[in-house]
DNA sequence: CTGGATCCTATTGGATACTG
DNA sequence: CAGTATCCAATAGGATCCAG
């Protein structure tokens, strides 16, 4: 398995490119949609969200995300974890003590978020209501 | 309980409430999650970023988004279409010619996820580590 | 309490053939 | 040209049982 993606001299904080130009330059625009894939699952944002409220352990975790398997948790947590966005601290106690964190990455990744969340907040309503007209139009 | 995170005020528009406030209010959290999942698939940002640069047809599209299929470009351009991001202008010709661009609604949603992929950008490499260094110390 | 292992189902996505 | 229809493979996700 080679993660290895072609990391040149990136655009230190980008600067005086548009956004555009930089997700052209350098197929970074497959690194973007695989960023959203990784956040855009049926969990990682909810985890993520409470974890941004406050550090939490495992079983609060599941009973603060509703719904949610423990199966999916877990794996939830780890490919997060892998991202370096959740830092994991286990206490070994009996019984034993598994402590969620975000990371200042985990964090620094809640702005950018804040804003899509912004965004569909403000737009939802919208979107309803093209969904509703186009599945009219479409029956 | 108090987020971590410094939110800045930014309210680009409206917002008076942080983002965190807002996400709790009104279980609007599975909202972008859904936005999320639905932008997050494996094709749609590339065909918004395709159709932010200009309005495409069909199988411009096609060659301009490498490796997606027929079928899936066409359901991806179907979500796109229902949640209003995208139009779809048929010219009934022989051949039919079908044109696609982003609405004013999907040239909004371009402003934060332009954010994201500055984020993405920044910490591609940091996030490439993680994953390195993780993937070492489970094996 | 925190998970790993297993089994099963649902959803996603690709390949191909066909059509107005 | 711009799709639709069908079949198939891969992956995501849920339920359950077991273990340190």
Same mark, same amino acid.
């Given at each position: 398995m080679?993660?290895?993606?072609?990391?040149?001299?990136?655009?230190?904080?980008?600067?005086?490119?548009?956004?555009?130009?930089?997700?052209?330059?350098?197929?970074?625009?497959?690194?973007?949609?695989?960023?959203l894939?990784?956040?855009?699952?049926?969990?990682?944002?909810?985890?993520?969200?409470?974890?941004?409220?406050?550090?939490?352990?495992?079983?609060?975790?599941?009973?603060?995300?509703?719904?949610?398997?423990? *199966?999916? =948790?877990?794996?939830?947590?780890?490919? @997060?974890? !892998?991202?370096? &966005?959740?830092? %994991?601290? +286990?206490?070994?106690?009996?019984?034993?003590?598994?402590?969620?964190a975000?990371?200042?990455?985990? *964090?620094? =990744?809640?702005?950018?978020?804040?804003? @899509?969340? !912004?965004?569909? &907040?403000?737009? %939802?309503? +919208?979107?309803?209501?093209?969904?509703?007209?186009?599945?009219?139009?479409?029956?």
């Amino acid at each position: 398995m080679t993660p290895a993606i072609a990391q040149e001299g990136t655009g230190t904080s980008g600067g005086n490119m548009d956004v555009t130009t930089q997700i052209e330059s350098f197929g970074a625009c497959q690194a973007v949609t695989d960023m959203l894939s990784r956040v855009g699952d049926k969990w990682s944002m909810q985890v993520v969200m409470k974890l941004g409220e406050e550090p939490r352990r495992f079983n609060e975790l599941r009973r603060a995300v509703d719904g949610i398997s423990q *199966r999916m =948790l877990t794996r939830t947590l780890r490919n @997060l974890e !892998r991202d370096g &966005l959740v830092s %994991r601290t +286990v206490t070994p106690t009996v019984p034993p003590r598994v402590d969620y964190a975000l990371t200042d990455l985990g *964090r620094s =990744l809640w702005m950018p978020v804040a804003e @899509l969340s !912004r965004w569909v &907040l403000e737009n %939802r309503v +919208v979107i309803e209501a093209a969904r509703a007209q186009y599945d009219l139009t479409i029956e």
